[in-house]
């Protein structure tokens, strides 16, 4: 069982194929099996699945939740595994630790992805997707797991093991990591950002709101993608795969 011994942690993860290091960073609860397609990209790159503290297989969790501290968990995996530099892909508040990550280590990121990302929630949407969100993580864990296996998956089998591994949550850790995404703003940072930036969304994503913010403050790719909502690292994998592979390649020359 692959697990890095981290400040009295023991952060499980996945690591599959070889190549450039890709490193998926998973939203509040959901943990690594939200990237269950991305897998497939281990064909030509090595990818890295990690569970955060409190959260899936990992074992213990940090006394209190920051984006730092969560960003220094990747930064001190990436230590275990020798891997010098990596593409950073985050979904939805994944992406605010990948953007942690860069802004703070940026020698050791090769270029970032965010799949539904925001430097800051400023969505009227948004915050109160945040607030619900931490409503029925103290009220109703398991109707919420159902609900967002629900909306990322069709497949009975997939809907059930995202349940499955979304309740293995500690509680107190994903009420706070929403908290944590709720409150974070890297608005006025994004001017130091040195590495190159893919910004990917659905048509539909009411996050798809943030792309100006990233756009007056640095030189960015955007992609929309037609007629998909927020959850495409598995809704619309296919063309999430290519995107990364696209990118990855290119930043990888």
């Not at 797991?145 to 009975?156: Q, R, S, V």
């Not at 608005?187 to 990917?200: A, D, Q």
Request: proline share 4%; hydrophobic share 40%; net charge positive.
């Amino acid at each position: 069982m692959p697990l890095c011994h981290i400040n009295g942690l023991q952060l499980f993860y996945e690591d599959k194929g070889s190549g450039t290091p890709i490193i998926f960073i998973h939203p509040p609860g959901m943990g690594r099996k939200v990237f269950f397609y991305q897998l497939l990209l281990a064909n030509n790159f090595r990818i890295i699945l990690p569970d955060l503290s409190g959260h899936g297989d990992t074992i213990g969790s940090s006394d209190s939740v920051t984006i730092l501290g969560l960003a220094e968990e990747i930064r001190s995996l990436m230590d275990e595994l020798k891997i010098e530099k990596a593409v950073i892909c985050g979904y939805s508040s994944g992406g605010i630790i990948a953007q942690e990550l860069c802004l703070n280590h940026p020698d050791r990121v090769i270029g970032v992805i965010l799949a539904g990302g925001f430097p800051k929630v400023q969505a009227t949407l948004l915050k109160y997707e945040h607030l619900i969100g931490m409503y029925m993580v103290k009220r109703y864990p398991r109707l919420l797991a159902k609900g967002i296996a629900f909306a990322h998956t069709e497949l009975t089998p997939l809907k059930r093991e995202l349940v499955t591994h979304m309740l293995k949550a500690d509680l107190t850790v994903w009420f706070q990591f929403y908290n944590q995404s709720l409150h974070y703003d890297c608005l006025e940072r994004l001017k130091n950002w040195e590495r190159p930036l893919l910004l990917i969304y659905g048509s539909k994503d009411l996050y798809n709101q943030h792309i100006k913010e990233y756009q007056k403050r640095l030189e960015v790719q955007t992609v929309l993608i037609a007629k998909a909502s927020h959850q495409v690292p598995m809704s619309n994998w296919k063309m999430f795969n290519q995107l990364i592979t696209g990118f990855t390649v290119t930043q990888s020359k």
